[in-house]
C-alpha cells in the first residue's frame, strides 16, 4: 500500500482573476493511492494560498500527512473513512482529497465507472462557464466565444463597484443568454442597494455576494433582492446547507465536493435540495483532467439540474496531465466510462509539471 503527494504546476491560458485575486497557474495537490494492484488518484482543490478558503495546499499537505493518510489502511469505503475523519474539525478539502481518492478506489476495484457508482445518471452534464474579471472588450469576447461553443450559462465574476457596468454591457450585448454573477464574497448588507441594481439585468442567480462564512445576512439580502441567491463559499456541510434553505438564504447552491468534504456529503446536499425545492450545480476550482473528472461524474447525476463550471480541460490548459481531456458538445460533457474516474495520466508531462513529491505511506 502507498500514498503519493505531487505539487504540480500547471500554467493556465490566461490568468484568472476573482475579487479576491488572480492566479496564473493551477498548483494541485494529485494524490495516488497504490494498494492490491488497484491506483487511484485524485486531486485536493486547495490552491497555494488561504483566499478562497482558510485552508492552502501547506494545511492540507499537512492534515492528509498527520491525520488522514492513516485512516487509509484496510482501504476503508469512502463512507468509513468520512466517519472516521469526523473528529477532525473543518479542513474539508484535504479530506475530500482522501475521500474521492477512495471512490477512485472503489470503483476501480469493482470495475464500474464512477459515474455510474454515484447513483442514477443522466449520461451527461450540463456545462456552464465562468469568465474571470478582465477589461469589458476581453469580457465581451469571451461571452461571445463561449455562446458560440454551446455553453449553457456564463457566469461573470465580478467585484465591488464595477459590478454594475460589466453586468449591463453583457446583457446589453446578449439579451437572451442565462448570466449570473459570482461576487465571491466581496460586498456587506450595507452595499444591498448596489445588488438591488442587478435585479434588472435577469441573472438566474447571483453568487456568494456577502461573507464567506455567512448565512443569516445573506437571508437579510434575499429579502431584498429579487436575483435568486446562490451559495458557495458558505455551504461546508450538509448541515449549512439545510440551514441556508431553511431561512431561505439560497435557492441555490454550487457544489464543489471539495468544499464540503466530498462526494458522499456533495450527494447529500443535492437531495436536501431537491427537498427544498432548491437547485444545485456542480463548481470547478480550475482543477487538473483529475479533479474535473470527479466533479463531471457528479454533474451528471439525476440530482443536479442546473449547469455547472465543468468547462472542458481546453478552457484552462493548453495540455493538461491527462491524455484523455473532456470535449463538449451542445453545452454537455460525456463523464468516462472506463473504471473509476477513467483519466490516463501523461506521466512523461505529469513528471515534468511536478514541482515536489512525498511518499506518505
Ligand atoms: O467561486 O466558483 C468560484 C475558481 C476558483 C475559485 C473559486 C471559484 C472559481 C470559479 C472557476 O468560478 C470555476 C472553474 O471554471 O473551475
Ligand atoms: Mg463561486
Redesign the pocket.
Known amino acids: 500500500m502507498s500514498l503519493t503527494v505531487r505539487h504540480v504546476s500547471l500554467p493556465f491560458l490566461a490568468p484568472?482573476t476573482?475579487s479576491f485575486g488572480t492566479e496564473a497557474e493551477r498548483d494541485a495537490l494529485v494524490l495516488q493511492f497504490d494498494s492490491e494492484g488497484v491506483r487511484a488518484f485524485a486531486e485536493c482543490v486547495t490552491s497555494a494560498g488561504p483566499y478562497?478558503s482558510y485552508e492552502d495546499n501547506q494545511t492540507a499537505l499537512h492534515v492528509i500527512r498527520d491525520y488522514l493518510a492513516g485512516l487509509l489502511k484496510d482501504n476503508p469505503t469512502p463512507q468509513a473513512f468520512s466517519e472516521a475523519a469526523e473528529h477532525i474539525r473543518g479542513h474539508s478539502m484535504a479530506k475530500a482529497a482522501v475521500e474521492m481518492l477512495l471512490w477512485d478506489y472503489h470503483a476501480k476495484a469493482k470495475g464500474v465507472a464512477l459515474s455510474r457508482d454515484l447513483g442514477p445518471s443522466k449520461g451527461y452534464a450540463d456545462v456552464g462557464v465562468?469568465l474571470g474579471i478582465d477589461r469589458r472588450e476581453v469580457t465581451l469576447k469571451r461571452v461571445g466565444d463561449a455562446v458560440k461553443r454551446g455553453y449553457q450559462r456564463v457566469?461573470l465574476?465580478i467585484e465591488r463597484g464595477k459590478e454594475y457596468d460589466i453586468v449591463k454591457s453583457v446583457r446589453d450585448a446578449f439579451p437572451e443568454i442565462p448570466l449570473s454573477a459570482?461576487a465571491?464574497s466581496c460586498y456587506r448588507l450595507r452595499d444591498a442597494p448596489a445588488l438591488k441594481r442587478l435585479d434588472r439585468f435577469g441573472l438566474v442567480y447571483i453568487?456568494?455576494p456577502l461573507g464567506h462564512d455567512d448565512l443569516l445576512d445573506h437571508a437579510k439580502l434575499a429579502r431584498i433582492i429579487s436575483t435568486p441567491i446562490c451559495l458557495?463559499e458558505s455551504i461546508t456541510s450538509a448541515e449549512r446547507a439545510s440551514q441556508a434553505f431553511e431561512t431561505d438564504a439560497a435557492e441555490v447552491i454550487?457544489i464543489k465536493p471539495g468544499r464540503v468534504g466530498g462526494l458522499g456529503n456533495s450527494i447529500q446536499i443535492a437531495k436536501i435540495a431537491k427537498k427544498h425545492k432548491a437547485h444545485v450545480w456542480v463548481?470547478?476550482?480550475?482543477?487538473t483532467g483529475v479533479g474535473r473528472s470527479f466533479n463531471v461524474s457528479l454533474a451528471s447525476t439525476r440530482l443536479v439540474d442546473y449547469p455547472g463550471?465543468t468547462?472542458p480541460n481546453d478552457?484552462?490548459y493548453a495540455k493538461d496531465i491527462v491524455k484523455n481531456p473532456f470535449t463538449m458538445t451542445g453545452g454537455r460533457i460525456r463523464p468516462n466510462k472506463s473504471p473509476g474516474i477513467g483519466v490516463e495520466l501523461d506521466n512523461v508531462f505529469l513528471a515534468r509539471v511536478t514541482k515536489k513529491t512525498w511518499k506518505l505511506l
Request: proline share 0%; hydrophobic share 15%; glycine share 10%.
Open positions: 484568472f476573482t478562497y465562468s457566469k465574476k459570482d465571491n453568487e456568494q458557495d454550487n463548481g470547478g476550482m480550475l482543477e463550471d468547462s478552457k484552462y
